[in-house]
């Protein structure tokens, strides 16, 4: 049986979906991880917390999902 291709994720994810996406760079290579905007034929863009990140899909050597962030947590309360 012939497992899914990180393309074949892709192009199954429905945008908003959050995903991770990991991706060759000139140095070796990095994560994009947020939520899948759009897909075409020659690239995606996933939105992190620092903007909008186009990948191109000849680059692409891994992709899932992800859960949901965690929700944030409580502000520290002083000492008394």
Same mark, same amino acid.
């Given at each position: 049986? !012939?497992?899914? $291709?990180?393309? +074949?994720? &892709?192009?199954?994810?429905? %945008?908003? $979906?959050?995903? =991770?996406?990991?991706? !060759?760079?000139? +140095?070796? =290579?990095?994560?994009?991880?947020?939520?899948?905007?759009?897909?075409?034929? $020659?690239?995606?863009?996933?939105?992190?917390?620092?903007?909008?990140?186009?990948?191109? &899909?000849?680059? =692409?050597?891994?992709?899932?999902? =992800? *859960? %949901? %962030?965690?929700?944030?947590?409580?502000?520290?309360? %002083?000492? *008394?």
């Amino acid at each position: 049986m !012939r497992s899914a $291709t990180p393309l +074949d994720f &892709l192009r199954g994810a429905a %945008p908003g $979906t959050r995903v =991770v996406v990991r991706y !060759r760079i000139d +140095d070796g =290579v990095t994560d994009a991880l947020g939520y899948l905007v759009s897909l075409d034929a $020659t690239e995606c863009t996933v939105r992190t917390r620092r903007g909008d990140v186009v990948v191109p &899909l000849d680059r =692409v050597e891994a992709a899932k999902e =992800v *859960p %949901p %962030p965690p929700a944030p947590r409580a502000p520290r309360q %002083p000492a *008394p």
